[in-house]
């Protein structure tokens, strides 16, 4: 996520504010199409509880329909600042846009892996093969669509030299975005939401969390629970401030974390995990073939990428660093 080489003098740089312009109305329209998306999905819950008969269960729909609900709030507000040439909506787009590709690319993978045994459900028909490679091959190609290819040309754009000068000469305000280096700045808003959606699926989940070989839940697993929020909250302030304390604070959290979790669901059937979140037993047979197995491969896959991330941006938390560092 580093930025590209400094922009040309002002002189020679070409504007780009119909790049802008344009790639903000794209922008304005995801933005829509997440707002459409929340009655959708609750439009489908009720659908398939009448189908099956099964009580539905709103609660947990409750991260999805916030995140599709906050996502949309997002990309209107920033295809907006897009067509204003505002500094902080492409600081903000390119930031977000790495994050969706970067989720993209691992999203696929896991569903290239995972996705043909979810078409087998224990004690169920198994799909002709003809048909579950079409509908394997479509789902995995909108996918790329619409999580690598999308994100990938977003960020080809707004990383452009032309297209940050051309925000810097039409708003030359400093804004908070340019308080620390771009991809702290992007390390700091990840614990943010990290810390936001906890405390969401404290309240929707009954606190469930791994811990060391066993799953904690209710007021052990909330106490536990409020405590990593805080703490990511912490290092969420104290990186954008590029406090060294914030940056080793959050390797040791997540490498503790990490090892939990991974003794935790090498003992622990993912079952059990989401009988103890609520989950109907309907749900629950659906995501059978998800086996702990999976769970152990799909955080090797998730936490590597981020780790590697965290330690490429040690190097903008040395001491000597000013917290107002430009980019």
């Known amino acids: 996520m580093n930025e590209p080489p400094p922009a040309p003098p002002t002189a020679d740089f070409k504007d780009r504010q119909g790049g802008l312009i344009g790639f903000g109305i794209l922008v304005i329209i995801i933005g829509c199409l997440c707002a459409f998306f929340v009655p959708l999905m609750l439009l489908a819950q009720t ?13 947990m729909m409750v991260p999805a329909v916030m995140t599709y609900a906050v996502m949309s709030v997002v990309f209107i507000w920033l295809g907006i600042g897009s067509t204003m040439a505002r500094r902080w909506a492409r600081a903000l787009l390119l930031i977000l846009s790495w994050v969706w590709l970067v989720t993209g690319v691992v999203m696929v993978i896991c569903m290239a892996v995972f996705l043909p045994k979810a078409f087998v459900p224990s004690g169920a028909q198994p799909m002709p093969n003809g048909t579950m490679a ?19 040309l977003l960020v080809l754009f707004y990383r452009s030299p032309h297209v940050k000068a051309t925000c810097e000469a039409r708003d030359p305000v400093t804004r908070w975005t340019d308080a620390c280096p771009l991809p702290v700045l992007a390390l700091s808003l990840l614990l943010a939401y990290g810390a936001v959606s906890m405390f969401l699926m404290l ?20 106490t536990l629970t409020l405590a990593i929020i805080a703490i990511w909250a912490y290092c969420a302030w104290a990186t954008y401030h590029l406090n060294p304390t914030g940056w080793w604070t ?31 037993e309907q749900q629950i047979e659906q995501l059978s073939s998800f086996t702990s197995r999976n769970m152990l491969v799909f955080l090797s896959v998730a936490s590597l990428p981020f780790l590697g991330y965290l330690l490429y941006v040690k190097r903008y938390f040395c001491r000597t660093n000013a917290p107002s560092a430009h980019r």
Request: proline fraction near 6%; charge should be positive.
């Open 203 to 222: 309240f929707c989940y009954h606190g469930v969390i791994p811990f060391f070989g066993r799953l904690l839940s209710g007021l052990p697993g909330g």
């Open 47 to 59: 659908m398939a509880a009448r189908t099956t008969g099964a009580a539905s269960n709103p609660r």
């Open 250 to 280: 959050l390797l040791i959290t997540i490498a503790v974390l990490l090892v939990s979790s991974v003794l935790t669901f090498s003992r622990v059937d993912m079952m059990d995990m989401y009988r103890l979140m609520g989950y109907p």
């Open 134 to 152: 079409v509908v394997l091959v479509v789902m995995l190609v909108f996918m790329t669509v619409a999580f690598v290819i999308l994100p990938g």
